[in-house]
């Protein structure tokens, strides 16, 4: 089934323990991204990936870290998690950067930071 | 000023209302639209893509208006199963997201 996971699906950490978000696509898809979900304010983009070793930061960059060493996986590194990186986390993929290509989302993550 | 917006809701409405909701995006370079739906804590999900000549499928169509810059989305004959929040996502170079408008379809 072709799909976008992420783990872990919730979790509650306390200020300043670094955290990793996975994500995997097994689609073969070559453009992959973040975002984090606040109310009111929708999906706002974190980072990016165009392509394997290939990241760009996206609106809402600060405190994240990304990497991409395999096509199919794109974590989402805190180092440092502060409360006010509450959130709805969801990894996204498509074919492609290209303004038609649908992104497909995985099932978020709900991160909660005391 | 963002640059989607949508009016938040809740829209709340009888089963086999019909309903529109309305959104407007402020750059005028953007190249493609979409209205995706959104259930309860769960992802995000294309329903649509939008184009200029308006498209149409089963009890959904999308509108797009280019001078106007501004999208539209019609539910006819509304079902409970429709409940859910409607995001509508304007393409530049990035996918740009609308708070999203909550819909409930009463019984």
């Known amino acids: 089934e072709a799909q976008v996971t992420q783990n872990p699906r919730y979790l509650i950490t306390v200020t300043g323990k670094k955290l990793t978000v996975t994500c995997s696509q097994n689609?073969?898809?070559?453009?992959m991204s973040w975002y984090r979900q606040d109310p009111g304010l929708g999906l706002r983009q974190i980072y990016y990936?165009?392509?394997?070793?290939?990241?760009d930061k996206g609106d809402v960059p600060e405190g994240y870290k990304v990497s991409r060493k395999e096509k199919r996986n794109f974590p989402l590194i805190l180092e440092s998690p502060s409360p006010n990186q509450t959130s709805l986390y969801f990894c996204?993929?498509?074919?492609?950067?290209?303004?038609?290509?649908?992104?497909?989302f995985g099932p978020g993550t709900r991160l909660t930071v005391l | 000023r963002k640059e989607v917006e949508q009016d938040p809701g809740p829209f709340n409405v009888p089963e086999g209302a019909t309903v529109a909701f309305n959104c407007t995006y402020s750059n005028s370079a953007s190249q493609s639209f979409f209205w995706y739906r959104q259930d309860c804590r769960k992802e995000p999900k294309l329903l649509m893509s939008v184009y200029s000549s308006g498209n149409e499928d089963g009890r959904f169509t999308a509108q797009l208006n280019r001078a106007s810059q501004y999208i539209s989305l019609l539910i006819r004959d509304s079902k409970l199963s429709d409940s859910a929040t409607y995001l509508c996502?304007?393409?530049?170079?990035?996918?740009?997201f609308g708070a999203g408008t909550r819909l409930t379809v009463k019984p």
């Open positions: 990936s165009m392509n394997v070793e290939v990241t």
């Open positions: 996204a993929s498509s074919p492609r950067k290209s303004e038609d290509d649908t992104q497909y």
């Open positions: 689609m073969n898809h070559e453009y």
């Open positions: 996502v304007v393409n530049r170079d990035d996918m740009r």
